[in-house]
């Protein structure tokens, strides 16, 4: 039976990738340190391990009691404007803790490493993004997820350890953390009506994304090892149809048959327009169905009335506290006096 390893697993995407895994008929290894996941978003049948990629004796104790055919690395704090304040946490759990990974996957003869990036790599200024263009991030988590792509190249040339990236781009769907404040700005928006708070924009809402919903992602990072020509390439994946942040708000709040309420929030460090090219995969993966924003947003809300609101996390432990946004900075002093 062919073994897969999925790193943030009990999270939003690696759950879904974990689910299709096991509809392939993979034997399915779980880990994650729960700090953004939940143990109830592993799908049944699938074996759990609670830890971080970062503890070094766990990773090799894995790689020594399973013979990983292939590696799918979604564990990531995934928060890209916070990034800038968070520097060192950043790069530990989303650059070092992937060189484990890697380490480990030359190490055990690991068939494929196959890793979600972001195209958070592009920077500002490209789109359509598409991946013959030079990437210039604009962050410490772009610049993070850049530099493990380059170490995937390199460890290619030099181990043959075969690769796939993949660079999706605002992915939404069930199981969304939406208690997190920092990313994922439809989770956010739900959230926010739940609790009957207006939904927060920064700046004016004219920032334009291709909001992805998470089944035209899922299933080609888990299908991906099937595909030969795949191999030690790199592919954009989500959703063709950029819309804008204002036009996001009002669809979400019909979803979830609430009014309309927005307050727009100074603007923070962003890319404006930010969407991607997504020939290169059709033309390996095939033309493939994809969920309009409508439908993809009306089943998360189904799921998010039945689950409820969960409480927001405070990140407490800021590096950089200097031209934080407002509204975040208010949180963190708030936090700080609580302590």
């Known amino acids: 039976m062919t073994t897969s390893l999925v790193t943030g697993g009990a999270g939003f995407m690696g759950s879904h990738v974990a689910e299709h895994l096991m509809k392939l008929g993979h034997r399915v290894i779980v880990v994650d340190d729960l700090s953004g996941g939940f143990r109830d978003n592993v799908p049944s049948g699938a074996e759990f391990v609670e830890g971080s990629i970062l503890d070094l004796r766990l990773i090799d104790h894995l790689f020594e009691q ?11 704090y995934a928060a890209e404007g916070l990034s800038h304040f968070i520097k060192r946490f950043n790069y530990n759990n989303n650059l070092i803790g992937s060189i484990n990974l890697i380490n480990a996957s030359v190490n055990h003869n690991v068939k494929c490493f196959v890793f979600t990036s972001s195209i958070a790599v592009y920077g500002a200024g490209q789109s359509p993004m598409n991946e013959a263009m030079i990437p210039v991030p604009e962050d410490s988590y772009g610049i993070a997820k850049l530099a493990v792509e380059q170490e995937l190249r390199v460890t290619h040339e030099m181990f043959g350890l075969n690769y796939v990236i993949f660079r999706p ?56 090892v099937d595909y030969p020509k795949a191999a030690n390439e790199v592919f954009n994946v989500g959703a063709d149809v950029p819309h804008t942040v204002n036009d996001l708000a009002v669809v979400v709040a019909r979803a979830m048959g609430a009014e309309c309420k927005v307050k727009h929030l100074d603007p923070r460090n962003e890319v404006k327009i930010a969407f991607s090219d997504h020939s290169k995969a059709q033309s390996i993966f095939g033309e493939r169905e994809k969920v309009s924003l409508e439908k993809g947003i009306q089943g998360m809300a189904r799921w998010v009335n039945d689950h409820g609101s969960r409480a927001s996390n405070i990140f407490e432990d800021i590096e950089i506290a200097k031209n934080m946004p407002n509204s975040w900075a208010g949180v963190m002093r708030t936090a700080a006096v609580q302590r």
């Not at 399973?66 to 990531?76: E, K, P, R, T």
């Open 169 to 224: 781009h605002n992915v939404y769907g069930e199981r969304q953390n939406i208690g997190d404040r920092y990313r994922n700005v439809v989770g956010i928006f739900m959230n926010q009506i739940l609790k009957g708070e207006a939904m927060t924009i920064f700046g004016d809402g004219t920032q334009q994304r291709a909001f992805t919903h998470i089944d035209d992602v899922a299933p080609i990072i888990a299908e991906c």
């Open 66 to 76: 399973n013979s990983f055919d292939y590696v799918y690395h979604l564990a990531a």
